[in-house]
């Protein structure tokens, strides 16, 4: 069955790695991130947007992820990403997902607590782990739009505050990542992330897991990044692999052909990113 984030999460934080969690949004990319992590024995995070839940349906994604979960040795956690609506991750909570983020990083910080307090009651109950945003991740994840100027770097007193308030177990502080692929290199804030990680015990996550040099992924997850997110680089490298084979062959019409090359192409990428977050073997 699909497990909680939590344990795996503590265990990552505690061993000085990270456990990566991949956004997918169709079977075959559920199975490539799960077979990647089977071939590393490495704990596995999948995960979906809103949008993809509204595009599949939870209890589709939850039935896949729990056949996935059923059919390996490595713990395996269902998560969804990015939510600000508090009926949704109730409803997936109900379809059997096993983690769920509440985002209400937009608001002000007592209406943030408000609602991710809120969340990590009704989660509690069901054995559900909660993850909450502080500060505000910039760039573009489905629909949430956060222009670089409008982005907001959290800070450690209040990542603090904010984590007794509420009693949330996962936190993800923006440290200077962001969605999609960077103009350039991030900029991260390293020295932030030390002194966040040195008032929250709790497990931290990096957002924005694409295009950060490999370099600078070490250092956050040595800082206490223990949750890494992968979502555009896994989207490109998936559709480009499709995009060579009709450049090849534009009378290519069989689904299991290129859909089976693009999974091929994702477990790698896949595989190379449990690998750099430090995972491979600990499952
Ligand atoms: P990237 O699209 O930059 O990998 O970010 C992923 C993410 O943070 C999902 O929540
Ligand atoms: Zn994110
Ligand atoms: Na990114």
Redesign the pocket.
Known sequence: PLVSSASMLQAARAGGYAVAAFNVHTLEMLQAVVEAANELRSPLIIQSTVGTVKHLGPDYLAAAATVAANRSQIPIALHL??CTDFELIVRCIRAGYTSV?I?ASHSPFEENVRQTAKVVEVARAAGVNVEA?LGR?G?V?DD?VVEERDALLADPDECARFVELTGVPTL?PAIGTA?GIYKGDPNIDFDRIGRIASKVAEPL?L???SGIPDDQVRRCVALGMAKM?V?TELRIVFTDAIKAVFAGNPDENDPRSYMTRAKNALREAAAAKIRLCGSAGKA
Do not use: K, L, Q, T
Request: net charge negative; charged share 25%.
């Open positions: 990403d990015h983020m985002d945003e991740v760039g994840e949430i993800a969605h996550v957002h924005g897991g997110n979502a």
